[in-house]
């Protein structure tokens, strides 16, 4: 039946057109859900808070968690992502400050900081994700697992202590961030540097174990007798 009116014959759209149209707003927040969320933490890691150490799991908006230069700073927010298939990083006690060995995600962010950082980047700590630091500390690849991630957010960026002593960046990762992370290329640098500094101190261990040797067996005692070579033409050395 035609309506009575005189936009009863104007040229509409289906119904059907109108339900697959999305605003922009829309379809980045769709396309942000799909794409698979990095850095964070696993739910079984270690955080410091005010009262020790806690499963990242536990947390909730409101805790104190310890930060690296900003003592203790309030969990405003607690992102969790869905499980997925996850590559890991194998990391030895005491690689990066941790008390014990652990798995972490491939691309989660660690934080180097002392000597190092200085001597290379001229700053006291710089962050870099943890797969370009394979082969640095005896850090190596583990077996992929499905996993979920907890991402721990405050009012500022935060790096996080954690696992003991293991420094990192337990919320969003930003390239503009206070703690730019380190290209590739850059931690690579971070891996030679020890692997060259592991090298240095075997070699030194290798002369220091030849000095104790030659001390237990008195070989340093004294200086071995002089002789002139043509006095064992003579035999004046024979037995």
Same mark, same amino acid.
């Given at each position: 039946? %035609?309506?009575?009116?005189?936009?009863?014959?104007?040229?509409?759209?289906?119904? +059907?057109?109108? /339900? *697959? !149209?999305? =605003? &922009?707003?829309?379809?980045?927040?769709?396309?942000?859900?799909?794409?698979?969320?990095?850095?964070?933490?696993?739910?079984?890691?270690?955080?410091?808070?005010?009262?020790?150490?806690?499963?990242?799991?536990?947390?909730?908006?409101?805790?104190?968690?310890?930060?690296?230069?900003?003592?203790?700073?309030?969990?405003?927010?607690?992102?969790?992502?869905?499980?997925? %298939?996850?590559?890991?990083?194998?990391?030895?006690?005491?690689?990066?400050?941790? +008390?014990?060995? /652990? *798995? !972490?995600? =491939? &691309?989660?962010?660690?934080?180097?900081?002392?000597?190092?950082?200085?001597?290379?980047?001229?700053?006291?700590?710089?962050?870099?994700?943890?797969?370009?630091?394979?082969?640095?500390?005896?850090?190596?690849?583990?077996?992929?697992?499905?996993?979920?991630?907890?991402?721990?957010?405050?009012?500022?960026?935060?790096?996080?202590?954690?696992?003991?002593?293991?420094? %990192?960046?337990?919320?969003?990762?930003?390239?503009?961030?206070?703690?730019?992370?380190?290209?590739?290329?850059?931690?690579?640098?971070?891996?030679?540097?020890?692997?060259?500094?592991?090298?240095?101190?075997?070699?030194?261990?290798?002369?220091?174990?030849?000095?104790?040797?030659?001390?237990?067996?008195?070989?340093?005692?004294?200086?071995?007798?002089?002789?002139?070579?043509?006095?064992?033409?003579?035999?004046?050395?024979?037995?």
């Amino acid at each position: 039946m %035609l309506l009575d009116h005189t936009t009863a014959f104007t040229d509409y759209q289906p119904v +059907d057109l109108l /339900l *697959d !149209l999305r =605003s &922009d707003d829309a379809e980045g927040l769709s396309a942000s859900r799909l794409r698979p969320q990095q850095g964070g933490v696993l739910p079984g890691t270690l955080i410091e808070t005010e009262f020790g150490f806690k499963q990242a799991r536990t947390l909730r908006p409101g805790d104190m968690v310890q930060t690296f230069d900003g003592g203790l700073r309030e969990v405003v927010n607690i992102r969790h992502s869905v499980p997925r %298939l996850t590559a890991m990083v194998h990391v030895p006690a005491g690689a990066l400050g941790n +008390d014990a060995a /652990l *798995d !972490l995600p =491939s &691309d989660a962010i660690v934080a180097i900081e002392g000597d190092l950082a200085l001597e290379l980047f001229d700053l006291p700590v710089v962050t870099a994700k943890l797969v370009a630091l394979i082969g640095h500390n005896g850090i190596s690849t583990a077996l992929p697992q499905r996993i979920a991630r907890i991402h721990i957010d405050c009012a500022e960026e935060e790096l996080l202590w954690s696992e003991g002593g293991l420094v %990192l960046n337990a919320g969003a990762s930003d390239d503009d961030g206070f703690y730019s992370v380190l290209s590739l290329s850059e931690t690579r640098m971070i891996v030679e540097a020890g692997r060259e500094s592991s090298i240095e101190q075997n070699t030194a261990a290798e002369i220091d174990e030849d000095a104790v040797d030659a001390r237990f067996f008195g070989l340093d005692a004294m200086p071995a007798p002089a002789f002139d070579p043509i006095d064992l033409l003579f035999g004046r050395y024979a037995a």
